[in-house]
């Protein structure tokens, strides 16, 4: 199975099945990626996730979109609003590429697992917490005490990445977003 890069994958063939490789850098808060947030959510569990190259990406049309199926236990074990130290964690996801906010995504994860910084620059996973929707019971990620973080943990600290996002204030508070937690929007 192939390893990409957000970026690498956001350009792959529909139906492959792959390997992604990224730091979780937000969330689409709407329909479409153009209202990609940076940041962690304020009001309820994210749907989806965002994957970059680089931790300190805030341009939309270079992170990759994953659906956290509620169906499935994703959402519940890897949103940003229950678990704020993931954001900025690297992280791998597996599944099929198929269009997501009408561009390259992953709509079903079929397994991830926690990365250290150095495996995404040197493609190693030999050390990692390892995941597997085909355990038992709700153990998709690793014991429950996975979710604090390890020593693998990228340090993310659970507070807005203060990027360059764009967007009025109308748009956002209309979303139930603060003025801290503003969404890129095309044409403004």
Known sequence: MPIFTPTEALQAAEGTEAEVRGYIVGYVAGTTISRAVFGLPKAEANTNMLLADSPTETDYKKVFPVALSKSDGW???????????YYLRPIQVSGALE??????????????????????????????????????????????DDKGGSSGDSGGTGSDSGGTQTGGDTDNQSLGLSNDEKTVDEGR
Do not use: A, C
């Not at 959402?75 to 130290?85: C, I, S, V």
């Open 75 to 85: 959402r519940e074990e890897l949103n940003l609003y229950d678990f704020p130290e």
């Open 99 to 144: 269009p997501y906010f009408k561009v390259m995504g992953m709509r079903e994860i079929n397994d991830y697992q926690w990365l250290d910084e150095d495996d995404i620059d040197s493609g190693d996973d030999d050390d990692d917490e390892k995941g597997s929707s085909g355990g038992t019971g709700d153990d998709k990620g690793g014991s429950s």
